[in-house]
């Protein structure tokens, strides 16, 4: 079946425009997940979705960074005035259960470039 | 905090040689450890956690909680086993936490 897909795979914003990232969990997977991945870096851990309840916001790096997930399937991730450092690949998991140690399957990105 | 480190960028071996790739880990509990690959142009996957014991494509990972490693190993090594290797732990609740990655270049 279908794996994880995310939308668009690249981007390229100027510095202080707004930017939404769409991932597309794998169809029944209750948990989503957002990492960064910085050049030259292992993925960083940005939130976590349990079907549309956000349950660790912990890792998002500020105010400028939300994520949702209003009807449990489908996650955006919306940056506001996108600054340089924003620049990554952001990643999007999803596993089936929650609360157990399930396998993450991941998609295959969105690169963000902030010039 | 969950830390895992990976001290190596790139590792370098000849095919058929015997690979280790390192990650040593903080944690204080219980920590769940896993090796993602990532191959080029494809996606990160899963290749292995340490809960299953179980050897994936020829390669195993022991947890050694004395020196808080789960280092990677396979005795031979193939040229299609050139990728980005992550090495990451799960603590009390779902996250992931990952080291920085290293580049296994297996050359013939």
């Known amino acids: 079946g279908a794996g994880v897909s995310q939308s668009p795979r690249y981007k390229v914003a100027k510095r202080g425009q707004d930017v939404a990232l769409r991932c597309d969990p794998i169809?029944?997977?209750?948990?989503l997940f957002w990492y960064q991945q910085a050049l030259g870096q292992g993925p960083e851990f940005l939130t976590y979705f349990q079907n549309e309840a956000q349950l660790d916001k912990s890792g998002l790096p500020s105010d400028r960074f939300f994520a949702e997930r209003p009807e449990g399937s489908v996650s955006t991730l919306k940056i506001q005035r996108t600054q340089q450092e924003d620049s990554a690949v952001y990643l999007c998991a999803s596993s089936s259960l929650a609360g157990t140690s399930y396998e993450q399957y991941f998609g295959p990105g969105t690169r963000l470039t902030v010039t | 905090a969950q830390r895992v480190t990976q001290p190596e960028k790139l590792l370098s071996v000849f095919k058929g040689a015997p690979v280790e790739l390192k990650c040593n880990y903080s944690?204080?509990?219980?920590?769940?450890l896993f090796w993602y690959v990532q191959y080029s142009r494809q996606r990160l996957q899963l290749l292995l956690r340490h809960i299953s014991r179980e050897s994936i494509k020829g390669f195993t990972a022991d947890l050694n909680k004395g020196e808080t490693s789960f280092h990677l190993k396979k005795p031979f090594a193939q040229e299609e086993d050139s990728a980005m290797y992550y090495c990451a732990s799960r603590g009390g609740f779902q996250k992931l936490v990952f080291g920085t990655g290293t580049r296994l270049l297996v050359s013939p």
């Open positions: 169809s029944g997977h209750v948990s």
């Open positions: 944690y204080s509990g219980s920590p769940e």
